[in-house]
C-alpha cells in the first residue's frame, strides 16, 4: 500500500512559478514510476508528466518546456516544477504512483491538490 500527499498549490498570476510536491509513504519508492495529472472542471484527467525509476521523463506536449518533474528517492517525494503558467494550467493536480510493470495511471492516487492561474 502506498499512500501519496500532495501539496504547493494555490492561485498564481500568468507568467508565475509554483513548484508541486508529492510525499509518497513507504519504502519502496524508488521502485515505483510516478506521474503528475491534472483535471479541469468538465474535463478528462489527462496526464502533466511522468518520471520512471530510472528517471526517464515524459512531458504532454502543452507543457513542455515549462514544467519539469524531478524525483528524489531519498526523500520519498517527485516534484512538479511549473513555469511560465498560463491560465489555461488551472486545474487540480493530482499524483500518481504505479509500479513500473504496469500502466500508467493505474497504482495509487493522491487527493488533489488546486492550481489556479489567474491576474
Known amino acids: 500500500q502506498v499512500q501519496l500527499v500532495e501539496s504547493g498549490g494555490g492561485l498564481v498570476q500568468p507568467g508565475g512559478s509554483l513548484r508541486l510536491s508529492c510525499a509518497a509513504s513507504?519504502?519502496?519508492?524508488?521502485?515505483?514510476?510516478m506521474g503528475w495529472y491534472r483535471q479541469a472542471p468538465g474535463k478528462q484527467r489527462d496526464l502533466v508528466a511522468h518520471?520512471?525509476?530510472?528517471?526517464?521523463?515524459n512531458y504532454a506536449d502543452s507543457v513542455k518546456g515549462r514544467f519539469t518533474i524531478p524525483r528524489d528517492n531519498a526523500k520519498n517525494t517527485v516534484y512538479l516544477q511549473m513555469n511560465s503558467l498560463k491560465p489555461e494550467d488551472t486545474a487540480v493536480y493530482y499524483c500518481n504512483a504505479h509500479p513500473s510493470n504496469m500502466d500508467w495511471g493505474s497504482g495509487y492516487w493522491g487527493q488533489g491538490t488546486q492550481v489556479t492561474v489567474s491576474s
Open positions: 513507504g519504502s519502496i519508492f524508488s521502485t515505483y514510476a
Open positions: 518520471i520512471s525509476r530510472v528517471g526517464t521523463t
